[in-house]
């Protein structure tokens, strides 16, 4: 799939971009290389390959390494509202922006 210089204007018009005749043919060039590789690797015969969940798993195991959920902070909250003006609860009060 080659693009021509008008879908070059097309693209720039919809993203709201003043490309200039120079900047048009440059990015003409690189998009269009960009999809010649990609038509490459659609040529390339895939089936029978799974999917990997991600790259390193095609050399190692990969698991999720999520930290425990713990609160590492002490809890402020008095401290932190003792500057408010108003509160209630322990939640701030605001005042009402909508009717």
Do not use: C, W, Y
Request: a negative charge; hydrophobic letters at 40%.
């Amino acid at each position: 799939m080659a693009l021509t210089s008008h879908d070059i204007e097309r693209i720039a018009n919809l993203a709201r971009l003043e490309l200039s005749s120079t900047e048009s043919e440059r990015m003409l060039s690189q998009l269009n290389e960009f999809f010649g590789i990609v038509e490459k690797m659609q040529a390339v015969d895939t089936s029978g390959i799974v999917p990997l969940s991600h790259p390193v798993a095609a050399i190692e195991d990969v698991q999720l390494r999520l930290r425990e959920d713990v609160a590492s902070e002490p809890d402020n909250r008095e401290a932190n509202q003792q500057n408010a003006p108003a509160v209630e609860r322990g939640l701030f009060l605001v005042p009402k922006v909508i009717e």
